[in-house]
């Protein structure tokens, strides 16, 4: 995978992080190059889940979502992993807002949500409604937050077990469990309709 590189604190990317955390400007400048590819990617599989001829380009969803990293002041950079998992966090929230403002600009026009997909694989669907997820996501994380940053590191992060395993310091076992459950509770919140008002 390109950008970040290995979670190693002698790679440049890393070692620029934590520059970036103990206030050096030299290097928040200088990460993002080095970040763009893998920024990219989690546009892209943010996007790929919106309908087609989504207004929000990933090209500026990966420019919100950077402005809103550099300007987190209490991070303690760690690691590409920890940076991926924020980042995805970010995104979503991006789009979460943007979503929100096209809906409430067609208030009324009879703007139509794109149904989830009746089947467990309701993660591998194209077109989900990303308002949907974010409701069911805040609500997980009220009830249990590791398996919501499982999910937000898993699926929209891109991160692999062991990446994910490493960022929360648990087991792989472990993640493979909550990442089980959450993807089942999310199932039957979203297609159940309880993550609605």
Known sequence: MSGLGE??????????????????????????????????????????????????????????????????????????????????MMMRRVLVNHARDRSAAKCGSGAEHVPLSLAVTAFEQPQVDVLAIHDALERLQGLDPRKSEVVELKFFGGLTTNEISEVLQISSATVEREWSFARAWLYDAIAGGRVLP
């Open 7 to 88: 979670s190693s604190a002698s790679d440049r990317p890393t070692s620029l992080l934590l520059g970036f955390g103990a206030g050096d400007a030299t290097a928040r400048e200088e990460l993002l190059p080095l970040v763009y590819d893998e920024l990219r990617r989690i546009a892209a599989s943010y996007l790929s889940l919106e309908r087609p001829g989504h207004t929000l380009q990933p090209t500026a969803l990966v420019h919100e979502a950077y402005l809103r990293l550099i300007d987190q002041r209490r991070v303690d950079w760690r690691n590409r992993a920890q940076f991926v998992g924020l980042a995805a």
